[in-house]
């Protein structure tokens, strides 16, 4: 059985699969919530995002977790007095080894300009880098070079303009059908504007 991702609110639970894209429609409250137990779960029992790959089961704070689940939460997933490349490398670079290392290294460079990203912008600390349009285009990068199964974004749309929208319903599209993740957006957005292949929209969490 291959590995699916699991999240939770409240008294309801539900599951992702690779090569899938599911929109969750959650209010700022409720995703406040959920995100505080995803990042910081005290027990198994209160983990409201994890994975489950046969008999094995992983969440946060392991290691092995972060490097299979890419989280974009609360625009939160970038280092200001890092480089761009050293950003897009943070899951490998925390919890990797030196050969997953230059092996998501190679990734980036092989496919760093497809996603308009050069060597400068690469370079520049991302304290200094305000393009939002930019940042989401390096975070696809990221959850793709780095090897991740499942990538998580909570309000991936905001701020952005109309086709900056649709570029990153694009990449949405890609890392699922092109590179097999299993993709899931967080946010009151109709994203499927702007990714069309969204599988399923799950509203909120009902009540019990």
Not at 92 to 104: S, T, W
Not at 154 to 183: D, Q, Y
Request: hydrophobic letters at 50%; aromatic letters at 10%; charged letters at 25%.
């Amino acid at each position: 059985m291959s590995a699916r991702l699991f999240w939770r609110a409240g008294a309801h639970t539900w599951r992702l699969r690779r090569g899938e894209i599911v929109q969750w429609v959650a209010g700022p409250e409720l995703r406040a919530q959920w995100r505080e137990h995803a990042l910081f779960p005290a027990t198994r029992e209160e983990a409201s995002l994890w994975i489950e790959d046969g008999e094995q089961w992983l969440a946060a704070p392991a290691s092995a977790f972060f490097l299979r689940v890419s989280l974009w939460l609360c625009r939160c997933a970038f280092i200001a007095n890092l480089s761009l490349m050293e950003n897009i490398l943070l899951p490998v670079l925390h919890h990797g080894d030196a050969a997953m290392l230059a092996q998501a290294r190679k990734r980036v460079e092989a496919l760093a300009s497809e996603f308009d990203l050069d060597e400068t912008l690469l370079a520049m600390r991302t304290g200094s880098i305000d393009d939002i349009a930019v940042r989401a285009r390096a975070e696809t990068l990221r959850a793709i070079a780095c090897g991740a199964e499942f990538w998580v974004a909570e309000e991936p749309f905001l701020e952005l303009r109309a086709p900056e929208r649709k570029a990153l319903g694009r990449c949405f599209t890609r890392a699922a059908c092109e590179f097999g993740l299993g993709v899931l957006l967080i946010g009151e957005g109709p994203y499927r504007d702007w990714t069309p292949e969204i599988a399923r929209v799950i509203e909120g969490a009902p009540q019990a």
